[in-house]
């Protein structure tokens, strides 16, 4: 039996060493909150939606399971209760976890190896790039419960454990693979069935597979067959491995040859832990079972695949240090006994130094890249297009994170991460399926992406560039194709002050609320006239605008009629209690006699030339046409 004094004495090391892991991790959550991946804003819309009573789904009215992580969502859609948005719930929740993790850490280590596993394992994953690098992502989550899994079982909280690999496999279908581990170990350590541990392990995600299936339709994530067929046909030219290679290639050339000494320490760990404590199966087996799924699947290269590997990789390398700073005491002749723990502890602290100044540099220059191009040019495209365009206008584009979020439109997703039907085309190389089966209103691509699209007649007899995005921290613009018919694309430029108000109902079904006007008008140079319709009700008649400039005598000068939006526009894709922002522009002759002139405008029938009639507070007919006030037209 330990005694109390020095119980309390080792109690109390532990305690304080976890807290001082924890802060080192929580600083680290702070410096890393930069870091916002676009797959997680996926989550994020979703989360929002079942905030909001809109469904657990990403376009609104489709069932369609698009998030991998049902459990993230979730939490984030009590958090966005709470505080409002879904990014702010996802920051706080990082940041906690990234105290959590090392702390989790620590005490995994410690119980299986010692204090200096703990801690070295546990400062390690503090700065290690590649779960850094997830911050945003649901890869925190995961980490922390993927360790809190393995402390309760290695604390023979039995109960608890089946608990938390449940939990865990909510987190992430792939931590199926933890729970085999797991439960298989058990299995061959007690020769027995434990059902306490079972249970829970199974029903749980059990349970989320039965609702999946009920709500969506399939058990499945639509990301699964997505991420599937893009590895099918490798069309980012990078796999699981290669995307890692390329990362120890960077490591190694452009920082330090340093990074050797993490796969010689993970060896030696590797073979240590086998050796002492057959309870490092449960993790050696997550991590190999892992990355032989990943390599299987042939998926393509995402940042946070990596993140889940974090823990065996920093507690193995822990266990390497471990053993490498206990050569000393198996060498009585080296040292004097008395000095031989502060040896160990020194070398072993010397070794974690060297690594996690190795570390620094990487993770400092990650986190200085942030935000990354996406999250610098996405956010402000999306914007863009949640003020100048429909919100019943859908929009199809390759990252779907940042652009669906802060857009808030309708996604149909190219490489089919939102529509299940998708991804059997993308495995044959067809990326323009999506776009040829449902013919979105919009589709915004980089000027250059995918130009066996861009270049094919029926895209081009379809779709017409409306507008370009350039930003610095790209090489060419991104471009927003919109279909010839029914898609409200609008620049508001002109300051509300500048907004004359009319109030002009055109028979209860649009109303005219205001108009602006160029000034000064000058022959020789065009008139820009922009008109500010509201829709007050479904329209089956396809309208025309005339706009005309007149003299004194009423005698037309110049002439201008076209369907709302140069033609792209239509009225009777007009949704009621929308706003319309509608421009034209009339054309001066160089010798249009100085004076004054009016203009006027209104809707007609094309086929029968029948105005739309304008009517009074009453209800009653007062005329057919607009006329603004008189403008002076001054010489060139």
């Not at 005490?107 to 503090?126: N, P």
């Not at 509201?534 to 005339?546: G, L, M, N, R, S």
Request: charged share 15%.
């Amino acid at each position: 039996m330990i005694p109390t004094r020095r119980w309390l004495k080792t109690h109390t090391l532990d305690i304080s060493l976890i807290m001082i892991v924890g802060i080192v991790g929580l600083i680290t959550g702070i410096w890393a909150k930069a870091i916002i991946l676009d797959d997680a804003m996926i989550t994020f819309r979703v989360a929002e939606n079942l905030a909001y009573g809109r469904g657990f789904v990403y376009n609104v009215g489709e069932r369609v399971q698009v998030t991998t992580t049902p459990l993230y969502a979730i939490i984030l859609a009590a958090g966005t209760r709470l505080i409002g948005t879904a990014p702010q719930a996802a920051l706080w929740l990082n940041i906690a976890l990234s105290a959590v993790i090392p702390m989790l850490t620590y005490d995994l280590g410690r119980r299986l190896a010692g204090r200096i596993t703990g801690l070295a394992g546990a400062l390690l994953i503090t700065l290690v790039p590649l779960l850094i690098i997830a911050f945003s992502m649901e890869s925190y989550l995961y980490v922390a419960l993927i360790l809190a899994s393995l402390v309760a079982y290695v604390a023979r909280r039995d109960t608890l454990a089946g608990v938390l690999v449940g939990v865990t496999t909510l987190t992430r279908g792939d931590a199926v693979l933890l729970g085999a581990c797991l439960l298989t170990y058990d299995f061959l350590a007690q020769r027995r069935l434990r059902w306490r541990l079972i249970l829970p392990a199974v029903v749980i995600p059990g349970l989320w597979y039965l609702f999946a299936t009920a709500y969506y339709g399939s058990p499945f994530p639509a990301t699964l067959s997505a991420k599937t067929a893009q590895g099918d046909f490798n069309w980012l030219g990078r796999r699981f491995l290669g995307g890692f290679q390329d990362y120890w290639h960077d490591w190694t050339k452009d920082y330090s040859r340093l990074f050797y000494l993490f796969p010689i320490l993970i060896v030696l760990g590797l073979v240590r832990a086998l050796q002492t404590d057959s309870r490092w199966l449960i993790l050696i087996g997550q991590n190999v079972l892992y990355i032989a799924a990943f390599v299987g699947l042939g998926v393509t290269f995402a940042e946070w695949y990596y993140a889940p590997l974090m823990p065996g990789v920093a507690l193995l390398t822990a266990r390497g240090i471990q053993f490498v700073a206990h050569l000393p005491t198996r060498t009585p002749s080296a040292a004097p006994a008395r000095w031989q723990p502060w040896l160990s502890t020194g070398l072993a602290a010397i070794l974690t130094a060297i690594l996690l100044a190795t570390l620094y540099p990487v993770t400092r220059d990650l986190i200085a890249a942030n935000p990354d191009w996406k999250a610098q040019v996405y956010p402000a495209t999306a914007r863009w297009l949640a003020e100048n365009t429909s919100a019943a206008a859908n929009l199809s584009t390759i990252d779907i994170g940042h652009l669906g979020y802060w857009s808030g439109r309708p996604i149909i997703d190219i490489v089919g991460l939102a529509q299940p039907d998708v991804p059997a085309h993308i495995a044959e190389g067809d990326f323009g399926y999506a776009i040829r089966h449902y013919q979105p209103d919009m589709v915004l691509i980089g000027a250059l992406w995918l130009p066996e699209i861009q270049s094919t007649p029926w895209f081009q007899a379809d779709y017409v560039p409306r507008h370009a995005f350039k930003f610095p921290a790209m090489a060419e613009p991104l471009v927003l194709f919109t279909r010839l018919d029914g898609v409200k694309v609008q620049d508001q430029n002109i300051p509300p002050a500048e907004i004359q108000p009319l109030q002009i109902d055109f028979n209860r079904q649009i109303t005219l609320t205001g108009y602006h006007l160029n000034q000064p008008i000058i022959a020789d140079n065009p008139i820009h006239l922009t008109l500010f319709w509201q829709a007050e009700a479904p329209i089956e008649v396809d309208f025309t605008v005339f706009v005309q400039l007149v003299d004194a005598n009423d005698q037309i000068v110049v002439q201008g009629d076209s369907k709302p939006q140069g033609g792209f526009y239509r009225t009777v894709y007009w949704q009621p209690g929308e706003t319309i922002i509608d421009g034209y522009t009339l054309p001066l002759p160089a010798d249009l006699p100085p004076g004054s002139y009016s203009i006027v405008f209104g809707f007609y029938e094309a086929d029968s030339g029948a105005r739309l009639q304008i009517l009074n507070e009453n209800g009653e007919f007062q005329s057919d046409y607009v006329r603004l006030p008189a403008i002076q037209v001054q010489s060139p």
